[in-house]
């Protein structure tokens, strides 16, 4: 059971990129879905999740406005579309998925499957 991440590239300031993670092994439906990022001599911080029923979603504030996460199981991917990009941004970005029903996706302890990460960089 693995979440594998793509879509990850250099990108110029203001340019947009499209994430994916896609699931192997088990189908989404029932998992909230996070998405984290790391930089360079930062800690790991929760970016954007989403519900398993998809009608709750959440970013971080630096991010709202500029990202929007979206699900289609029927493809068992969820994507994060990220606009207007900034070089604060750059990072691996990793997905999460969590056995999960509720509404709290924001919270890392549900998460128990993490991808191997695809980075972004955003150049000035």
């Known amino acids: 059971l693995q979440v594998v991440e793509s879509g990850g590239g250099w990108v110029q300031l203001g340019g947009s990129l499209r994430l994916s993670c896609a699931a192997s092994?088990?189908?989404?439906?029932?998992?909230?879905i996070g998405w984290f990022r790391q930089a360079p001599g930062k800690e790991r911080e929760g970016v954007s999740c989403i519900s398993s029923s998809g009608s709750v979603t959440n970013y971080t504030d630096s991010v709202k406005g500029r990202f929007t996460i979206s699900r289609d199981n029927a493809k068992n991917t969820v994507y994060l579309q990220m606009n207007s990009l900034k070089p604060e941004d750059t990072a691996v970005y990793y997905c999460a998925a969590g056995h999960y029903s509720g509404t709290l996706c924001q919270v890392r302890e549900i998460y128990d499957y993490w991808g191997q990460g695809t980075q972004v960089t955003v150049s000035s």
């Open positions: 092994g088990f189908t989404l439906d029932y998992y909230a």
